[in-house]
């Protein structure tokens, strides 16, 4: 099919057909006979698309339009576009490199194009269903309450949102992604606050060149409003800090003294050992908390993804400050810990009773810390900063034979981890309130799902947390947030330890409770199989499902983070070599299907239907996982019989796992969809 087919074929429903003929450089009406030629004429342009689903656009068109095409369906500008790739949750990253496309151009269609659009036409008669859902339509069928007693056992406890977008709300002077709807939804489900990540550049004056901080003043005022909406729904408001962002060279050349180490991508550090760095943060913070009272706490991480200080940890490695002669003779918790403590005085002064909560992501041995370092660094905090850990983080686990430790985003390895605890505890010594962070709902393992019904798991690892003596929790990254499954029960849980979860069961599921809860101490049994391991969980067959491309030919590429996958599966197997991780899939399978087994005659409705299609969707996304692997390995194979059977076998079942996924879509609009990578198919 020609690409310029094959382009308006994949964007049909998601822009407007005047937005599809420019990109394509076609005329008004040549979308419309597509339409007409494979029957679709009906088939409706959902807005939303642009404005909550701009993630899927690009990556729907990423190996087929250029850059430019991409831009025009989407109606951003060059520099808008840019801005979006880099700061949209490492977006730039998940997608990896651009294909080398040329500019895909219409053409009038000739007997053949119409013979191929025939063939889909008649697909289309065949498998086309009407949905009961429109996309993003998340709560079509409500949000139950959680009743939760009056003095919980741990006191906070916060997530991100199910369906904001990652970054940008603020923009937005309606604020909309944080409706009084939306929020009453969060609060209806246990959480006491909500988080939401923004720079200082955008809330505040950047002193050395304001041109950085255009529009400060509306995105801080909305900051303020959003707090006191929430305030009003009995919600708190988190804030979270990356800081210093770093900057281009140029900037640097007027500014030689505020320079710190060199990123790869040619920015520099604002280096945090010259006081006039620590003074602009000091000041920037000390304004947003006199501006924002009522901000309830500002969590930082310090050694992040970004290129802040000349110490941090970047998605391209660790920052050396060899470069930075002032940082070279300084200990990384030495500068972290300054960090942190001048942002705490900034909080102290202003007035307000903002917390600061230091998230030690990033104080840890894969950033090159010894635990000696990490427990020093918290030494050096100041006494009024909350300490905030990662509670599976450095966990060790044995699976399928092979030895593994987790960074994060484990539901199926359960914390805490012993380092997590020690570093807690003496947290907790030295006076500082300890919180930790968990994956509830669903993590990187399958995000694809509102909530994966591990339900068992989850509240063993709550448990275990609740005896650590907690001031607060962090359920989750940007994922986890949606406003059901096993959020509810854990937030019961962290309120009592002792609460009896079989009331959660009949609350929740009515005369479905005892299966219910059967199925789920099967799928709790059927995960600790899942082959874990970091590079597994992100650059897995997982995210897609059956919507990753598979050919029969070498596919040449690098599988990217929650996203592509391809057919490089040294990259995703981790520990357990190729056999070892089919072999842990086929035993997660054989499990899972035993719980689904016997939720056969659960009913379709409510909170019952609700928990049988995420429970189906999780399972067809590790169908779909164990089948791309599985293609990726016999591709190599020489040529046999038995190559050429499990290569047909392994391609039914992925067609199959799409027409049951589709059939999950049309029904709920939460399967597919992820806040941060929005939706996946």
Known sequence: MKPWLRAVLRNLSLVPDESLASALHAPEEAVAEVRALIGAEDLPVEPLWQKRGFVSIIRQNWDLLTEEQIRILLSLSEKDYRALLADYDFLAVKLGEKPDVGTVLWSPPDEGDREELFAVRDFLKTHRRAHRVRPFDFFADGVRPCPLPEVPSIGERFLSSYSANFTGALEDDALSDYSDEELERIRACGVTGIWLHETLRNLTPFVFDESFSSGWERRLGNLRKLTERAAAHGLHVYLYLNEPRSLPAAFFEKYPHLRGAACKNGDFCLCTSVPAVREYIFSAVRLLAERVPQLFAIMTITMSENPTHCYAKTKSGLLRPENCPRCARRAPEEIAAELNNTIAAALRESGATTRLIANLWGWSDFCGWSEDQILGGVDLLDPGIDVLCVSEYGKDFLRGGARGRVIDYSISVVGPSDVTVRILRHAKEKGHRIWAKAQVNNSWECSAVPFLPTFGLMTEHIRALSELGLDGLMLGWSLGGYPGGALPLCNRVAADPAFDEEIFYRENYGEDADVIRSAVACFDRAFLHFPFSVDGIYLGG??????????????????????????????????????GYLSLYENLLSGWEEGLALLKDCRPVGESGKFLRAATGAYLHFLSAYHIARIAKYKRAPQSRERSAALKTSVLALKDAAERLYALVCEDATIGFEMSNQYYY
């Not at 990217?560 to 520990?575: I, K, L, Q, S």
């Open 542 to 579: 997982q995210t897609l499902g059956p919507a990753n491309a598979v050919s029969a030919s070498p596919q040449g590429r690098a599988s990217t983070m929650v996203c592509f996958t391809f057919d490089d599966y040294e990259r995703y197997v981790g520990p357990y070599g190729i056999d």
